[in-house]
């Protein structure tokens, strides 16, 4: 007797399910303000060092964006305004490659030189740190 074969999903439907997440999360952050408090929890490295993490202000500027207060939404988290344009390209392109695969014989694609990655890793520890020095406060969030 041998086994029935699983189905396999589709390749988009991982893409899918993250922009119905991102989406569900954006609905819920415009609709319960992060800026009253009582509704979501501390950020647990502010609670416990008191200083502000790289990603502190994110919700908030996720709700400014959902109300088309860019400025808002930068004066929040200058970096996560910084690359929302890298994320959301980066989204896309995943979205659509898993739409319309590559053919199989096609060239394989180049990967990204690691060194960017360093380079990520390096811009976030110095808003990190930039943000939490006093000459750095124009980066704090509000």
Known sequence: MSRPR??????????????????A???LLHFVDPNEPGHYPTCPWLMITGTW????????????LTE?????????????????PFILYSYGTWLYRSLRP?????????????????????????FWVVRNLPFGAFLAPG
Do not use: E, Q
């Open 6 to 23: 699983r189905r396999r999903p589709h390749p988009a439907a991982a893409p899918l399910l993250v922009g119905a997440a991102g989406l």
């Open 25 to 27: 999360g954006a609905a």
């Open 53 to 64: 993490c790289p990603g502190c202000g994110t919700m908030r500027a996720v709700h400014a």
């Open 68 to 84: 088309f207060d860019v400025l808002g939404a930068l004066s929040m988290n200058p970096l996560f305004m910084a690359l929302l």
């Open 102 to 126: 590559a053919p199989p014989r096609t060239v394989p694609r180049k990967a990204l030189n690691p060194i960017w990655l360093y380079v990520l890793l390096a811009a976030i520890l110095g």
